[in-house]
Each structure stands twice: as structure tokens, then as C-alpha cells.
């Protein structure tokens, strides 16, 4: 669903401001995968995820989407964005009609589609994201923080994308607003859509991403299932990101001869595992 191939990002190449964000990513994220991009701030994943929709142009490499070159000459922008919807770090910011139903409105409508699929389009993307009807008519602006961000992401749905984008979905959002907001994004997943998701939170990762790609200083530096990059506890560490407190509390009991897996990333997994050691015991 999305390559990249060799991909190299230069900002301000040239000048004495000139900084490589991206260099020689090698990628593939496949139909229906749920994928967490995680790393250090200024490792170059927004920069990486603002590619998938054409928003940044490689300085040198591919990208392809479906199976469409991103640099291809007559490139129809309108299809990319369409196929990937990006959502973008706070993105209720970005909110700016009058009502909510005007805003999730907004994208549909530049795609020309006639006002009774808009409406069918709003409503349907309203729900997914568990917005009620009684909201659609109220201003952006009375909502809470976490409806609000509900509304932007239906904003994207609306578009009926293939791949959904989030960077940094959960941000500044409440214990609750979290769980809420992730368990919106594991249903879009179930329901076969394609999720790419940037994140800060080791805890929001080990609870829905399938797969995990690690950026450090511009580029991969492994790609695997959680448990396989979470089991690099060290790796991580040297990188400055943290990895979820359970696997510390494994890594710890580990070096205290405790016959726990290594590849114990939640709560519920290890509390799995310690039950079975003391009945065995
Ligand atoms: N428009 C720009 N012009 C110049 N440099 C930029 C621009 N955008 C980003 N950069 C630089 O490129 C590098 C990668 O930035 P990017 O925003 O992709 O990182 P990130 O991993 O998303 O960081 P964060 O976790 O803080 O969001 C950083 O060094 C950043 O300062
Ligand atoms: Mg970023």
C-alpha cells in the first residue's frame, strides 16, 4: 500500500539552513496493517509521514502509494489525497466552520460529490468516530478538547481514505480521551482499514500497533512487531525512547532469574505469565 524507496528529504538544500530530515528509507506498509512510526523528536516522522500524501516531495528517492509513483509527471493529487488521509499533530486547530457538520463537510465537498452523499458522508464519518447528532449543529468550538479532535479526524474519514495517517493521535489528551481515541482507531483497523500512527507513547503503541518502525536521526533503524522492538529495551533506551514500564518491570525480574519471555509487552501479558509461575510453583 505504501513504499518508499530509497527516500532522501532535504530541507533548505543549499543554503546555510540545509538539514536532511529523511535519508535512504527503504519501507513497505501492506493493506489493512496498523503500523506505529516511533522515535525521537526531530527524527524525521512527520517529515517520513507528510510523503504518503504528496504534502513534502522526496529530494531524491521514491514514494508509492497503491502502487503510484508520488513523482510520476502528471501526478492527480486529488487521488492521493483521497486514497491517504493524513491527520495531523493536534489537528482540532485547524477547525474553522461555524458547525461541526460544516467542517467534517469540508473535504467531500471539494471532491464534487452532490449535497445529499455529503450529508450521508458527514453522518457516517460522525458516527465512527462516536460523535452524536446533537453535536453536528453546535460550533467546533464548544466541544471538549477530545470531541473536537473527534470531529477533525471525522473531517478526514469523510474522505473514505484507504490509508488512514495520525501523527501523534493522542497527544494532550485525557487518560480516557486516550483509550477512547485508540479504541476508535483498533475498530477503523478491524474494519480493514490501513493505519499509519506516530507516536510518543510506548503505552498507546504495545496496545494496538501490529508492526513498529523505529526512526533515528533521519532514517530506520529496525522494523518489526512490537515484541521484537520492544525485546531491544536497551537499543530504545540509547535512542531516548522509553519502552512501556511493564517491559521494565519483565527486563528487571528477568535479571532477577525470574522465567519470564522476553517479549512481554502489557500488563494483562504479564500478568498472564506470573499467574501461570505461581501455580507451577
Ligand atoms: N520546514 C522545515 N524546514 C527546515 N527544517 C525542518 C522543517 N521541518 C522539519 N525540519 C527539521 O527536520 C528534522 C525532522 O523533523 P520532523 O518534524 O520530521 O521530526 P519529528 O520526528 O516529527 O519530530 P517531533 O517528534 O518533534 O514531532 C528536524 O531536525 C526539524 O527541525
Ligand atoms: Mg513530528
Known amino acids: 500500500m505504501i513504499k518508499c524507496e530509497?527516500?532522501?528529504?532535504?530541507?533548505?538544500?543549499g543554503s546555510p539552513?540545509?538539514?536532511?530530515a529523511l535519508r535512504d528509507i527503504n519501507l513497505e506498509i501492506h493493506e489493512g496493517e496498523l503500523v506505529a512510526i516511533i522515535g525521537h523528536t526531530g527524527s524525521g516522522k512527520s517529515t517520513l509521514i507528510q510523503h504518503f500524501?504528496?504534502?513534502?516531495?522526496?529530494t531524491s528517492g521514491k514514494v508509492y502509494i497503491d502502487g503510484i509513483d508520488l513523482s510520476a509527471p502528471k501526478l492527480n493529487l486529488k487521488q492521493i489525497r483521497q486514497k491517504v488521509g493524513l491527520v495531523f499533530q493536534y489537528p482540532e486547530h485547524?477547525?474553522?466552520?461555524?458547525?461541526?457538520?460544516k467542517d467534517i463537510a469540508f473535504g467531500p465537498k471539494n471532491l464534487g460529490l452532490s449535497d445529499e452523499d455529503i450529508a450521508d458522508r458527514v453522518i457516517s464519518a460522525a458516527h465512527s468516530v462516536g460523535l452524536k447528532d446533537e453535536l453536528l449543529d453546535k460550533s467546533p468550538f464548544e466541544l471538549s478538547g477530545g470531541e473536537k479532535r473527534r470531529?477533525?479526524?471525522?473531517?478526514?474519514?469523510?474522505?473514505?481514505p484507504k490509508v488512514?495517517?495520525?501523527d501523534e493521535p493522542?497527544?494532550?489528551?485525557?487518560?480516557?480521551g486516550r483509550d477512547e481515541l485508540l479504541s476508535l482507531i483498533q475498530k477503523l483497523n478491524d474494519c480493514g482499514m490501513t493505519i499509519v500512527l506516530v507516536s510518543h507513547s510506548m503505552e498507546d503503541v504495545a496496545k494496538i500497533a501490529q508492526r513498529v518502525i523505529v526512526m533515528n536521526?533521519?532514517?530506520?533503524i529496525r522494523s518489526g512487531s512490537v515484541a521484537e522492538v520492544f525485546a531491544e529495551a536497551e537499543l530504545l533506551q540509547s535512542i531516548g525512547l522509553n519502552v512501556p514500564q511493564i517491559s521494565r518491570i519483565v527486563a528487571k525480574l528477568r535479571e532477577k532469574g525470574v522465567n519470564i519471555s522476553k517479549d512481554i509487552y502489557t500488563t494483562e501479558a504479564a500478568a498472564k505469565a506470573l499467574l501461570s509461575l505461581i501455580k507451577k510453583d
Open 170 to 176: 493522542t497527544a494532550g489528551l485525557d487518560p480516557a
Open 6 to 13: 530509497n527516500l532522501s528529504h532535504i530541507y533548505q538544500s
Open 164 to 166: 488512514l495517517v495520525l
Open 217 to 220: 536521526d533521519a532514517t530506520v
Open 94 to 101: 485547524q477547525l474553522m466552520e461555524e458547525t461541526v457538520r
Open 151 to 160: 470531529v477533525a479526524i471525522a473531517g478526514v474519514l469523510a474522505m473514505e
Open 53 to 58: 500524501n504528496a504534502l513534502e516531495k522526496p
Open 17 to 20: 539552513f540545509e538539514k536532511t
